[in-house]
């Protein structure tokens, strides 16, 4: 019931910035947290970065101090900031919702994924 649209992902040089944008649809349960996975080719998804619909983020090591993740509650939307950007960055951008609602249970959604590259 819940609907995630990813947007922003593309090419970008090493250093430079990209703004990933997720936006939920649906069934939204106001208590949840949003946040962002990526996969590099061989390699497992991996955490980047998630928040807390009451504002607790917590980053991956490999991105703290360059990725900021932030929310807008009122639209359902959540973003990623990514400065400083590295050729390791180079991977394909989930962004997940999960709730826990009473009686009802866990709900998990991913999105469609992003392609960011960081090249030269």
């Known amino acids: 019931q819940v609907q995630l649209v990813e947007s922003g992902g593309g090419l970008v040089q090493p250093g430079g910035s990209l703004r990933l944008s997720c936006a939920a649809s649906g069934d939204i349960f106001t208590i949840n947290v949003m946040g962002w996975y990526r996969q590099a080719p061989g390699n497992q998804r991996e955490l980047v970065a998630t928040?807390?619909?009451?504002?607790?983020?917590n980053y991956a090591d490999s991105v703290a101090g360059r990725f900021t993740i932030s929310r807008d509650n009122a639209k359902n939307t959540v973003h990623l900031q990514m400065n400083s950007l590295k050729p390791e960055d180079t991977a394909v951008y989930y962004c997940n919702y999960a709730a826990a609602r009473p009686v009802v249970g866990l709900l998990e959604v991913w999105g469609q994924g992003t392609l960011v590259t960081v090249s030269s």
């Open positions: 928040t807390t619909s009451s504002g607790t983020t």
